[in-house]
């Protein structure tokens, strides 16, 4: 019996641990045999062996209970040591990738370029003239509010769309124009729709008056459109920006329901996904275009990005979380 504790003791795993325990205390035991053994004793010597075995069984107890314990936190502190993770690491197994509202710009932006769009990138810091003024938005127009625009000090700004492209390139280029301009633009806003920072994709095609017409402008977007969500459905609605006169909205039948009307429609079959129009005569005047016609267009990347990988809150889109990504 004394032999088996000191052995206890001397365990190096758990497992050795529970064979000595049954050693001791298991059917065939030193421990439980002894206690049987009880029985073939009479009176006092009973008694006192007895009182013997029960000191043995809480000596055993008490050692194996310690030894234990002490190899329970000795296998914790082992796995401890081997399972060790860097958690600022990143695993191994991801791969670094395009952001999706960077596929969807590319996506849309190799289309034009296909068509002999020049591609522009211009600042983000617009000054009045160029956001607004020249775009024959008019200085009591609620685009200018504080509420919707981020200002600077100085009075400039933080663009809110991407038309002032427009304005720069042909203060800077003459006709005939065809331009594709790609980037941020910043609005105060912030739902589950709306993000203080998005981006846009303006579109631009100026030339002699006459070679420019409401036509091609429809044949290129329709065409674009079914070249990045197939075989849709295509409507033009009639609308109003101040900078294109005519204006239109383009609508296409809803991706996710095929125009029967779901959550995502509003029950109406339809998405709006871009805004276009015949370049205002003011917005040429104020950048001494003459006898020339031209189209633009704007949409916004996200709207497309949210509708081609059927992501529904564009707040995610900015959240830098990797699981989107993945
Ligand atoms: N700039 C407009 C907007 O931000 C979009 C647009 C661009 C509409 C060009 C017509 C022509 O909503």
Not at 57 to 78: G, T
């Given at each position: ?10 365990a190096q ?6 064979h000595?325990k049954v ?7 030193v421990l ?9 004793l ?17 000596e055993f ?25 860097d ?11 395009v952001?999706y ?18 591609i522009?990138?211009k600042?983000l810091?617009?000054?009045d ?20 625009t981020f ?15 427009q304005?720069?390139?042909?203060q800077?280029?003459s006709?005939?124009l ?5 980037g941020a633009?910043?609005?105060?806003d ?25 036509a ?7 065409n674009f ?18 900078f ?13 329901c ?13 998405l709006e996904?871009?805004?276009c ?7 040429f ?10 189209y ?7 709207r ?14 900015f959240?830098?979380?990797l699981?989107?990504?993945?």
């Amino acid at each position: 019996m004394q032999n088996l504790i000191t052995q206890i003791n001397q365990a190096q795993n758990l497992q050795e641990l529970e064979h000595l325990k049954v050693q001791i205390n298991g059917k065939k035991g030193v421990l439980t045999l002894a206690f049987a053994q009880l029985k073939d004793l009479q009176g006092e010597a009973k008694k006192q062996k007895a009182q013997e075995l029960n000191t043995a069984k809480q000596e055993f107890e008490r050692v194996f209970e310690l030894k234990k314990q002490e190899l329970l936190h000795q296998e914790m502190l082992q796995k401890l040591e081997q399972e060790k993770i860097d958690i600022t690491l990143f695993s191994s197994n991801h791969q670094g990738r395009v952001h999706y509202v960077n596929l969807m710009i590319e996506k849309i932006v190799d289309y034009f370029a296909l068509l002999n769009f020049e591609i522009k990138n211009k600042t983000l810091i617009e000054d009045d003239f160029h956001n607004f003024e020249a775009l024959n938005i008019p200085s009591f127009h609620p685009a200018r509010d504080m509420q919707d625009t981020f200002y600077f000090a100085d009075s400039k700004l933080l663009r809110t769309h991407t038309s002032p492209v427009q304005i720069h390139t042909m203060q800077t280029q003459s006709f005939p124009l065809r331009i594709i301009a790609p980037g941020a633009v910043f609005r105060r806003d912030y739902d589950l729709t709306h993000t203080p920072m998005f981006h846009q994709i303006e579109g631009l095609v100026v030339d002699q008056k006459g070679k420019v017409t409401f036509a091609n402008l429809k044949f290129i977007l329709e065409n674009f459109i079914r070249h990045i969500f197939g075989a849709v459905e295509i409507r033009f609605r009639s609308s109003f920006f101040p900078f294109t006169e005519p204006s239109a909205e383009v609508d296409m039948s809803c991706v996710f329901c095929g125009g029967d009307g779901c959550r995502i429609c509003s029950q109406t079959g339809w998405l709006e996904v871009l805004g276009c129009g015949m370049v205002n005569q003011n917005v040429f005047d104020s950048v001494g275009y003459e006898n020339v016609s031209g189209y633009a267009f704007g949409l916004g990347v996200e709207r497309f990005a949210m509708l081609y990988y059927a992501v529904n809150d564009l707040r995610s889109f900015f959240e830098m979380d990797l699981r989107g990504l993945k």
